[in-house]
C-alpha cells in the first residue's frame, strides 16, 4: 500500500514537471543561412560516385579486413576474460 501511494506521490510530480516543461520549451526555428549551410554540407553522392568508390577494390578490402580483424581481437579478448573470470567461479 506505501509503494502505490508513493507512485501517485511521484506521477504527481511528473506531471506538475510536464506542465512547467510545457510553458518553458518552445520551438524554435533555426536561421535560414543555417539551414542554407548545412544544405550545402550535406550531399547524398552520385551513383556514380558511388561506384566508383566500390571500384576501388584495395581500399575496399583494406577497410573489411580491418573491421574483421578488430571483430576477432575483441572476440578473443572476450573469451579470456570469460575464461578467467569462469575459472575463479568455478575453483
Do not use: C, K, Y
Not at 506542465?19 to 535560414?32: I, N, Y
Not at 578490402?61 to 573469451?79: D, E, H, N
Amino acid at each position: 500500500m506505501n509503494g502505490r501511494i508513493r507512485s501517485l506521490g511521484s506521477q504527481e510530480r511528473l506531471d506538475a514537471i510536464e506542465r512547467q516543461l510545457a510553458g518553458a520549451l518552445r520551438p524554435v526555428v533555426p536561421p535560414r543561412d543555417l539551414i542554407q549551410r548545412l544544405r550545402g554540407r550535406i550531399r547524398i553522392p552520385d551513383r556514380s560516385e558511388i561506384a566508383s568508390r566500390l571500384r576501388d577494390w584495395r581500399t575496399l578490402m583494406l577497410v573489411l579486413g580491418g573491421v574483421l580483424s578488430g571483430a576477432l581481437m575483441l572476440i578473443t579478448l572476450a573469451r579470456a576474460l570469460f575464461h578467467l573470470v569462469g575459472r575463479r567461479h568455478v575453483g
